[in-house]
């Protein structure tokens, strides 16, 4: 399996537009989580979804963020409108069911906003 | 509230010295507890982790760590440090119950020197 794969590996953007983030899990697993990474705030979980479904988007900073899954190996995480505070990088995980195994991250996505 | 602490921002070490980084968690439940490591420009990657069983756990590059209940703490170590050892390390921890969310520690920076 070739991992997570989060695409694109760098994105730079002007205030105001849109941004979409994509993520395909490792096959197999039900779980997908989407984490932001900064300087200040250091590593912070979004959102999770759990067969397609989000369980918890309490981490989800504003309204201008959502996150969607339409199938098992597919996800999005869109900012609309971006702002140069949203500059950070994005890590998508998934793991299995198996609450013994470890989540597996891509190598994320490093978002400016400028 | 859930928490994990790495109370060092920055840890320094030398060459074959022994290096240790340090974690505190506080969650209702048991916990599950991992460490990742983080290179440059590079996603989190799995080190080792706690589930149940023996309190000392061994991991990769020969990595270990000591969960110990009464101090709640999972500090990582090593016996002989590389300069290789050099990254970001997050401190993880989940919790029963509580799903499968995860969080991280704020991270640990270690250096080691030659």
């Known amino acids: 399996d070739a991992g997570v794969i989060q695409s694109p590996r760098h994105e730079v953007t002007e205030m105001g537009q849109e941004v979409t983030l994509r993520c395909k899990p490792i096959s197999g697993h039900d779980y997908l989580f989407w984490y932001r990474q900064t300087m200040m705030r250091g590593l912070e979980l979004l959102i999770y979804?759990?067969?397609?479904?989000?369980?918890?988007d309490s981490g989800m900073p504003e309204d201008r963020f959502s996150a969607k899954m339409p199938n098992a190996s597919f996800s999005t995480l869109k900012i609309q409108p971006s702002e140069p505070r949203d500059s950070a990088v994005y890590f998508c995980?998934?793991?299995?069911?198996?609450?013994?195994?470890?989540?597996?991250f891509g190598q994320g996505t490093r978002l400016t906003v400028v | 509230a859930q928490s994990v602490a790495q109370p060092e921002d920055q840890v320094n070490v030398a060459e074959g010295n022994p290096l240790t980084v340090k974690c505190t968690y506080s969650v209702s439940g048991n916990p599950y507890l991992f460490w990742y490591v983080q290179y440059p420009n590079r996603g989190l990657q799995f080190l080792l982790k706690y589930i149940t069983g023996d309190n000392l756990v061994k991991g990769s590059y020969g990595f270990e760590a000591e969960f110990n209940k009464s101090q709640t703490s999972f500090h990582l170590k090593k016996p002989s440090a590389l300069v290789s050892d050099s990254a970001l390390y997050f401190c993880a921890v989940r919790w029963e119950p509580g799903g499968f969310k995860t969080i991280f520690g704020a991270g640990t920076r270690l250096f080691v020197k030659a």
């Open positions: 995980a998934s793991r299995p069911t198996d609450l013994n195994t470890e989540a597996f």
């Open positions: 979804f759990n067969n397609n479904v989000p369980i918890d």
